[in-house]
Structure formats: structure tokens, C-alpha cells
């Protein structure tokens, strides 16, 4: 260090010689311009002596951290987390809501991308590797892209595969003859697209361990193809004795032709579910049937073994004549949702419900099931009443203007076992205040309101759900939920939609959370909002 820069002292402002015109307009004369830069000179100089001193520094501090940062890389927490505890962190950065896909920027392929020693872990793992979703377009459009579907499954070994295929107009040989050779591995299997021609490359897959087949099919089931009937007894779909019990979904239109017209026993059907896509796929599906309840009929009769049933059509062809009333004997859970609503549809499925004895149903879930006041529908609840005595989740849809009397018959016909009901309220009218209903709008639960301690017109009911909107008074239903609160009643979830524009100061909702109800209120608007061009 230079004797100049000892004796060098920092300078202030408010000492300056030229502080009376520091942050002024002020313009200097020729001669105070000289004074000014003879004044500033020491201190640039300093200032230059700091900078090349920075300099060396940051130069020295460039090469102790270069020295440094690998050393500390070789201690780093990474690098000391066991093989086994990085396995898990990877699996948990897998998609949870699809399948993995062949994609170098999503795990698993992006984890192999980040070091060797990383790329290593995670494919020596197999469980990062046990799910794939295969566009069949895509995988066969080149040999390498078909190789490494190839590697990916092998990959999974030992462990159960989870697939989803994707198949438009490319052939879905290749993928499927790989899928044959895989197919003691394969627990589930969801393929969309397929024709019921390439349908049978997989047909007579032996799969021991799948547990859920899920089949979309592209265009319509031909009745007059000798394979069509026999399609649901497939090996692919068949259950061993030792295997799980297999959870079927089929899609696909005319789903009549799959049910053969003479006797048969289905006895590996446990868990099936039928989507009928008349309506889903467009034009091309005019002149297509919707599924009947023959072949419902023809199915519940013939499956000894069915557990579930989920049925999804467009509307119900009614039975071709009288039928014989049969026991299902198994059958806990029937869904038949129709997505058209017919009245003509509505009393063949009451109709029908009204044939079976299904001794062990504990779920019902009827979405499109509209009743009435009269007629086959109460006859219908009465049924259930005798013949399903063990119900306890129970939905369907009712008129506005017959709820009431909907709710009171299912309080008196089915309320010893229930512990879920779910009422959707919908309206034949176009205005919704014609209804008598919404002229005593405080009265609705008042029926089924608990009183006393022993009061209550539902014991076991713990969910209650009314959808689709009611004009009901927020006293009305806060009375409800604050009175099985206080009487002790066993309802913990309560559901309802109001017809009617949201209140600007929000009931205490969390309050009864709190205290063990959940109450969820939703409000639904009467329509489109006056405007101003209305009063013109």
C-alpha cells in the first residue's frame, strides 16, 4: 500500500468546496470546470485502486470456489441418499391421474437425464416403470420408438403393468402380439378406439393377475359376426380361480349384440360396467340402437356370480313382454344412468327393478329414475322396500313438485338401513316459480327435521345430498342442520343446491363443520339477469 493511499481520507458531501451547487442547475465557468476536475483527481485515482483491488479479489475468490464447489459436491445430501430412499423419490414423481408416458421431459425418462449415477437408480427400478400409456400411432411409426416401448415393460419386471392403449387407424398388431407376451404381468388394461375385428388380437389374452379390463370400442357391434355374443367370455375377460375378481368396463354401440338370444351362464362376471356410445360418436351412429332391458334382463338372469352393475345408455327399449320375476343373489351395487330422459324410459326401468329380488344391494343409484306421485313409481320404492332390504346408499331424481311426497314414501318405506340418500330435484316448467313448491318455500324439511331426541324420521342416515336446486329459505335448512346437530341424529354430510342468488353475508358454515356436520350449500341462479333493456 502506497504512503498516498495511507494518507488518503474519505470524503463527505457536506465538505466539499462545491456544495452549495451539488444537485442544482447550476453551470460551472471554464475556470471552475479546472477546479472541478483538479478536485476530483485524488479521488478517481482511489477509486481506480479499489477497483483493481476488487478485481484481484473477485479473480481470487473465482479459483477458491472452483476449488471448493467439486469438493463440497462429493459431501452434498444428494449424493449420500441411499439407493432405496431415491427410488421412492422418483416414484413419487410419477403421474398420479394418467400413466406415464414416453416423454423425456416427465419422470420416469427425465430422472435418467440428470446424472449417470441418477440414470443408473432409475432403471435398475422397476417400479418407475410399471405404468404406460401406448398411442399405438405414435409406438409404430419406427422401429427405434418400438423398441423403446420394448425396454420401458421390461424394465417393470416382476412387478404388475398398468396400460393404456390408444388405437385410431394404425394397426394395433404389433403392440398387441408384445402385450400377449407380457400378459401373466398385466393387472389393468384400458384400451379405446379398437375395432371389434382387432379386438380379437387380445381376445384370447390369458391374464391371471388383471384386475380391471377396460375395452372402448370404435364403431358398432354387428349381431350377425358368430363372435359377438361369445365376446364377453373372452379368456381376457375370464377370471381364474385364484385371481382377483375382475372389474370389466365395455363401450361401444349396439350393446345388445353382445348378449347371446339363447340361455347362457356367465359365471366369471363379477364387476361389469356397460357404456353404450350411440350418442357419443356422432353421425356415423344414426340408426344405432340403445341398449334394452332384454338384454339387462338376459344378463342379470345369466350371471350368478355379478356384483356390480354400472349401466350408461342414451334410454331404455322396454322389455318385449312379461317377464318372471328373478333373484340376484350376489348383487350389491346397481347404477343405471340414462343420459336421455323419456318418460317411456323411466317406467320401463321401474318396470324392471320391479322384476328383480336382489337380496344383498346395498347400493342403488338410479340418476336417471325420475318418480312420480303415482302409479308404477311408489310401487317400485315399495319393492325395493321387501326384496332389497339391506339398502343403504340410494339415489334418484325427482319433480320438484312431487318431492315431498318422493321424500316421505322413502322415509317410510326404506329408512331402516339408509345411510346415504340423493335426491335431484328437476323441473318440467320453464319458469320455476309456477311451482306450489316454491310458494311455501320454509316447509320442505320440515317433515324430516328431528325434534327430539328420538325423533329422528332418519336414525342411520349419515349423508343427504339434494340436487338441482330447490327455492328453500336459509332459515329452513340452517334449522335442519343446527337440529341434528342438537338432537345427536347420525347425519355428517349434508349436500343442498338452492335455487336463488347467494347471500351477501355467508352462514357459518365451518361452524357446524366444527361440531361434526359437513354442510355444503350451493346456490343456483333462476336464469339470465334482468338488464336494462328489459324495461325498454
Known amino acids: 500500500m502506497t504512503s498516498d493511499a495511507v494518507k488518503y481520507t474519505q470524503p463527505k458531501l457536506a465538505n466539499s468546496p462545491f456544495q452549495h451547487a451539488l444537485g442544482t442547475n447550476f453551470i460551472p465557468s471554464e475556470l471552475e470546470v479546472d477546479q472541478i476536475r483538479a478536485h476530483l483527481s485524488p479521488h478517481e485515482a482511489e477509486l481506480t485502486r479499489i477497483e483493481s483491488l476488487i478485481a484481484s479479489l473477485d479473480t481470487q475468490r473465482s479459483q ?27 416414484t413419487a414423481c410419477l403421474p398420479t391421474e394418467r400413466n406415464a408416458v414416453m416423454n423425456a421431459a416427465e419422470a420416469p425418462l427425465l430422472l435418467g437425464r440428470i446424472c449417470s449415477s441418477w440414470r443408473a437408480i432409475a432403471f435398475a427400478a422397476p417400479r418407475l416403470w410399471t405404468s404406460l400409456h401406448i398411442p399405438v400411432e405414435f409406438v409404430t411409426t419406427s422401429r427405434a420408438k418400438m423398441t423403446a416401448m420394448s425396454e420401458w415393460l421390461n424394465r417393470s419386471d416382476p412387478y404388475p403393468l398398468y396400460l393404456s392403449i390408444e388405437t385410431t387407424k394404425a394397426n394395433p398388431r404389433k403392440v398387441l402380439d408384445l402385450l400377449s407376451r407380457l400378459s401373466p404381468r398385466l393387472s389393468l388394461l384400458h384400451v379405446s378406439g379398437i375395432s ?45 380361480p385364484n385371481s382377483l375378481q375382475r372389474i370389466i368396463t365395455i363401450a361401444g354401440r349396439d350393446l345388445d349384440a353382445l348378449f347371446p338370444r339363447n340361455r347362457f351362464t356367465w359365471a366369471h362376471l363379477t364387476h361389469l360396467r356397460l357404456i353404450d356410445n350411440t350418442q357419443s360418436q356422432g353421425e356415423e351412429a344414426y340408426g344405432s340402437r340403445s341398449l334394452s332391458c332384454n338384454s339387462l334382463y338376459r344378463l342379470l338372469s345369466n350371471c350368478p356370480h355379478l356384483i356390480s352393475l354400472d349401466v350408461n345408455a342414451t334410454h331404455l327399449e322396454p322389455l318385449s313382454s312379461r317377464r318372471d320375476r328373478i333373484v340376484v343373489p350376489t348383487l350389491q351395487s ?33 340418476p336417471s329414475l325420475h318418480l312420480e306421485a303415482e302409479g308404477l313409481d311408489f310401487e317400485f320404492l315399495m319393492h325395493i322396500s321387501e326384496f332389497s332390504p339391506q339398502l343403504q346408499d340410494f339415489e334418484l331424481v325427482t319433480p320438484a313438485a312431487s318431492f315431498k311426497s318422493t321424500l316421505e314414501e322413502i322415509q317410510r318405506l326404506l329408512h331402516p338401513n339408509l345411510r346415504r340418500l340423493s335426491l335431484a330435484v328437476f323441473s318440467e316448467h320453464s319458469n320455476a316459480n309456477e311451482f306450489d313448491l316454491f310458494s311455501t318455500p320454509n316447509n320442505i324439511l320440515q317433515d324430516i327435521t328431528p325434534n327430539t331426541e328420538d325423533s329422528d324420521p332418519f336414525p342411520g342416515l349419515e ?16 334449522g335442519y342442520a343446527e337440529a341434528n346437530l342438537q338432537y345427536g341424529t347420525s347425519l355428517r354430510r349434508f349436500s343442498l343446491s338452492i335455487l336463488g342468488e347467494a347471500p351477501k353475508v355467508i352462514s357459518p358454515l365451518d361452524g357446524f363443520r366444527q361440531r361434526g356436520l359437513d354442510v355444503v350449500v ?13 324495461g325498454l
Request: glycine share 4%; proline share 8%.
Open 64 to 90: 477458491l470456489a472452483s476449488y471448493i464447489l467439486p469438493h463440497r459436491a462429493l459431501i452434498s445430501s444428494p449424493r449420500r441418499i441411499p439407493p432405496e430412499i431415491l427410488e421412492q423419490i422418483f
Open 196 to 240: 371389434a375385428t382387432n379386438f380379437g388380437l387380445l381376445a384370447n389374452t390369458h391374464a391371471p393377475r388383471l384386475a380391471e379390463v377396460s375395452i372402448h370400442f370404435a364403431g358398432a357391434f354387428n349381431p350377425y359376426v358368430p363372435s359377438t355374443p361369445t365376446l364377453l367370455c373372452s379368456p381376457v375377460f375370464q377370471s381364474t
Open 334 to 366: 346397481l347404477t343405471i344412468r340414462l343420459t336421455h330422459y323419456a318418460r317411456s324410459s323411466s317406467e320401463t326401468l321401474a318396470y324392471l327393478l320391479c322384476r328383480l329380488e336382489l337380496p344383498q344391494l346395498i347400493t342403488l343409484h338410479l
Open 463 to 478: 349423508t343427504l345430498e339434494i340436487r338441482g336446486g330447490l327455492k328453500i329459505a336459509d332459515s329452513a335448512w340452517l
Open 522 to 534: 350451493e346456490y343456483v341462479g333462476l336464469g339470465r339477469k334482468p338488464t336494462a333493456w328489459d
